[in-house]
Nanobody, 123 residues
Framework: QVQLVESGGGLVQAGGSLRLSCAAS????????MGWFRQAPGKEREFVTA????????YYADSVKGRFTISRDNAKNTVYLQMNSLKPEDTAVYYC????????????????WGQGTQVTVSS
């Protein structure tokens, strides 16, 4: 069982930056592929980014490429999402997810999910 807790959301002006954190419980964090998804009001949840458990391969949605960066610190059981050059369309609840299978994770079918953290970007 893995429990995920996100933090770091808030209100920021367009062009600003935020860093989200996702702390995971358990001793097997390094065995999991980790990802971030988001859901805007009235829209379906969408994939943002994912990182293979090796920490080598990363994947990004086209809408965030070049602006967002995923990273992980296995010693701290934490995955991060650095968000730069934020736009109003980035406003959403951001969710952290984990799964042993990177394909399942990227498809939004991860076994474990956090409760979400709100990110609001004002214009």
């Amino acid at each position: 069982q893995v429990q995920l807790v996100e933090s770091g959301g808030g209100l920021v002006q367009a062009g600003g930056s935020l860093r989200l954190s996702c702390a995971a419980s358990g001793r097997t964090f390094s065995s999991y592929n980790m990802g971030w998804f988001r859901q805007a009001p009235g829209k379906e949840r969408e994939f943002v980014t994912a990182m293979h458990l090796s920490g080598v391969n990363t994947y990004y949605a086209d809408s965030v490429k070049g602006r967002f960066t995923i990273s992980r610190d296995n010693a701290k059981n934490t995955v991060y999402l650095q968000m730069n050059s934020l736009k109003p369309e980035d406003t959403a609840v951001y969710y952290c997810a984990a799964d042993l299978d990177i394909i399942r994770l990227r498809l939004g079918r991860g076994d474990y999910w956090g409760q979400g953290t709100q990110v609001t970007v004002s214009s």
